[in-house]
């Protein structure tokens, strides 16, 4: 998002200002019969005033202000008020002599300036703010961009080691199963290394990432685990941000074999009308912490990468009851 174009862009800026030269031909007209002062005064004035504006906003405030040299900013600003009543005192005097500076006629020239001074002020707040909260985002994205890079390069090593390991045995025992598996793991590595580049990514794809994961673990582990999996996707062509459901099941295996009796693993993920209901349900040893110090970046990549790109449009419930762990993930996909 482009902050200088969506929020202080040149046509929010020509409205603005339009609306404020259309207050002469509304509301001057009776004061510019009060004072004496004609209506093209005031439309001057104006064009002055928004002079004052960026001049403040642009010169007078960067410089100073934010420099902490606040005393030299308000003697600044006192000099600018008191310059601008002069001028245009002076100018009076020279473009319509018969007009007396007196009745309204000082307050119309002397208080003009401070609103613009004021706004200009509140405008630069506001721009500042903006930019600063579009920069501390960027620094985000650029930061969970490479916990990413990191996280494909880190995905499971102890995976792949035991994956390559079981088809070793594959490949001794000449079995049918070998080629699949080769496939499956090439078409990981293809996708977690070359296919994942872009901010979002075809869901078809991530679900087909997420089988053949799956079914190389199946492979692995064979009966040793309860492995349910039920994946229900309409045919619509979703969108996904690249390797967000895989650290939810890598953690299952990670954490959910081993040291477990009946151990169990259930993976629900269903798409519907957009919305996206991800589940992972394990059962784990509660004594057994030997895991959770290199359990790496995975899990806290996710939330991260969720609160920043999905916000209120995501919802992560991780409930752990001690010896089971419950993931649930809400998301409303594009």
Not at 159 to 179: C, D, G, I
Not at 262 to 280: C, D, N, P, Q, T
Not at 288 to 299: C, E, F, M, P, Y
């Amino acid at each position: 998002m482009n902050t200088r174009s969506s929020y202080m862009g040149p046509g929010l800026h020509i409205a603005i200002w339009a609306v404020v030269f259309t207050v002469p031909a509304i509301v001057f007209h009776s004061i510019a019969v009060d004072t004496g002062l004609p209506p093209s005064f005031f439309i001057l004035g104006n064009l002055y005033h928004i002079g004052l504006f960026y001049f403040n906003a642009y010169y007078l405030y960067p410089r100073l202000l934010t420099r902490r040299y606040w005393p030299l900013y308000i003697v600044a600003l006192a000099i600018v008020v008191i310059a601008s009543y002069l001028i245009k005192t002076l100018l009076i005097y020279w473009f319509a002599r018969n007009i007396l500076v007196h009745g309204l006629n000082p307050y119309v020239l002397f208080f003009p300036p401070i609103p613009f001074l004021v706004a200009s002020v509140i405008y630069r707040l506001i721009y500042d703010r903006i930019r600063a909260d579009k920069a501390k985002r960027e620094a985000e994205a650029e930061r969970l961009s490479t916990e990413l890079k990191l996280l494909r390069s880190q995905v499971s090593p102890h995976f792949l080691f035991n994956v390559l390991t079981n088809m070793v045995s594959l490949a001794r025992q000449r079995s049918p199963l070998l080629e699949p598996a080769l496939i499956r793991l090439s078409d990981m590595m293809r996708y977690m290394l070359y296919e994942t580049n872009g901010e979002r990514f075809p869901l078809d794809k991530e679900v087909e990432y997420l089988r053949n994961y799956i079914e190389l673990q199946q492979m692995r582990f064979g009966e040793d685990v309860e492995l349910l999996t039920t994946i229900d996707v309409d045919a619509q062509p979703y969108t996904i941000e690249p390797m967000l459901l895989i650290p939810f099941v890598e953690n299952a295996f990670k954490h959910g074999i081993g040291l477990v009796d009946h151990a169990y693993i259930h993976i629900s993920l269903v798409v519907k009308e957009g919305k996206l209901e991800f589940r992972v349900l394990n059962n784990y040893n509660g004594g057994n912490r030997s895991k959770d110090a290199v359990s790496g970046i995975g899990l806290a990549n996710v939330r991260n990468r969720l609160q920043l790109l999905y916000g209120e449009k995501h919802n992560l419930t991780i409930q752990d009851h001690g010896s089971i762990y419950d993931i649930t993930l809400k998301l409303v996909l594009s």
